[in-house]
């Protein structure tokens, strides 16, 4: 699992491959991940846009904007967490995801918060020695 905490809210990912969904012949591996996102603070905060980069094994990357998660623009009061699952497919058998989230605090005060960096590894990809 990957963790970080900005602001006291932390962002937890635990990513794992889907085998049933990869057609690695056909260079398609697929992930999910599974976010926890746990608002440790005082004040209320709301998950308002995500954005994404994903890199793959040869080093391109594309980056993902929308607003909130799953459809959703949860609302987190002091102790309160929100999980969700999505996913992830590449055309390479390894890669790695990080972004942020930007939250709107109580008074209207708009912040990002960190997604911490995750790799991407399928039982696909061989590791290369230096």
């Known amino acids: 699992m990957y963790s970080h905490t900005t602001r006291d809210i932390t962002v937890t990912v635990r990513p794992f491959f889907l085998e049933e969904q990869s057609a690695p012949d056909e260079g398609r591996y697929v992930w999910a991940y599974r976010i926890r996102i746990e608002n440790l603070g005082l004040s209320t905060v709301q998950l308002l846009n995500r954005h994404w ?69 399928s039982p696909h990809d061989r590791p290369s020695l230096n």
């Open 53 to 121: 980069i994903i890199t793959d094994a040869t080093g391109c990357s594309q980056e993902v904007r929308g607003s909130g998660v799953i459809g959703a623009q949860p609302v987190l009061r002091p102790g309160e967490s929100f999980e969700y699952t999505s996913g992830a497919p590449l055309t390479t058998p390894s890669g790695i995801m990080h972004g942020s989230y930007e939250m709107e605090g109580e008074g209207g005060e708009r912040f990002e918060i960190v997604i911490p960096a995750f790799s991407l590894d």
